[in-house]
């Protein structure tokens, strides 16, 4: 039978393990994938829809529509929506990009690469994140953004400014790298809206 020392010390063991546990799963573990590890290629839209498969071609489908109605005149009052894309870039990206973005710690460090500044239409809603001053280890760099790009929508679905919304919305995306969905994002560049599709390959 333990004595009282060995059931205390046995109790702080159990509760330090249970702690542990419990971090890794509220924060995750720091990525050791180093982003030089990811690779791009921007590729003409022939060679991307190449190796796409249906599946893959219905999840751009859904979400080009549900873009496009996000594109149409906006009732009056309201807020004023991003217009439809004038160019179109495509990217292939490795499998590394979801080690890179495996926890949410790890999205928030990518995202902390670069500076960043809310940007509001002229009526005070607002109209996107704009990324500026980032380096070469920025994740997004290889995911097609550019310096002082305004990133409006990811798949259709406008930026959240609610905490528990950006939480949400980094949950469904972080599903969609692990099932290897191809995912577009709406940025303007100089004026002009830009799609860029990334597909994992």
């Known amino acids: 039978m ?3 020392l060995e059931r205390i010390a046995l109790g702080v063991v159990a509760l330090a393990l249970v702690l542990m546990v419990a971090v890794y799963f509220a924060i995750g573990l720091r990525s050791t994938t180093p982003a030089a590890a990811v690779g791009s290629e921007r590729v003409s839209q022939e060679k991307f829809e190449q190796g796409l498969t249906a599946e893959k071609k219905k999840a751009i489908e859904d979400a080009e529509r549900k873009a496009a109605a996000r594109a149409t005149p906006a009732p009056s009052g309201s807020a004023p929506r991003p217009a439809a894309p004038a160019k179109k870039q495509y990217f292939l990206v490795t499998p590394e990009v979801k080690d890179r973005l495996g926890t ?3 999205a928030v460090r990518e995202v902390g690469k670069a ?3 809310i940007i509001k239409n002229p009526d ?3 109209k996107g994140l704009q990324i500026y001053e980032f380096d070469g280890d920025f ?3 290889k995911l097609g953004l550019e310096e002082n790009d305004v990133i409006l929508a990811v798949d259709g679905t406008p930026l959240p400014t609610d905490p528990v919304e950006a939480r949400a919305l980094y949950l469904e995306y972080k599903s969609k790298l692990s099932a290897q969905q191809p ?3 709406d940025v303007e560049r100089r004026g002009q809206v830009t799609r860029i599709t990334f597909d994992i390959r």
């Open 2 to 4: 333990l004595d009282w």
């Open 104 to 106: 949410l710690n790890d």
């Open 115 to 117: 500076k960043s500044q």
């Open 124 to 126: 005070g809603s607002i």
């Open 139 to 141: 994740l997004g760099a």
């Open 183 to 185: 995912i577009l994002v």
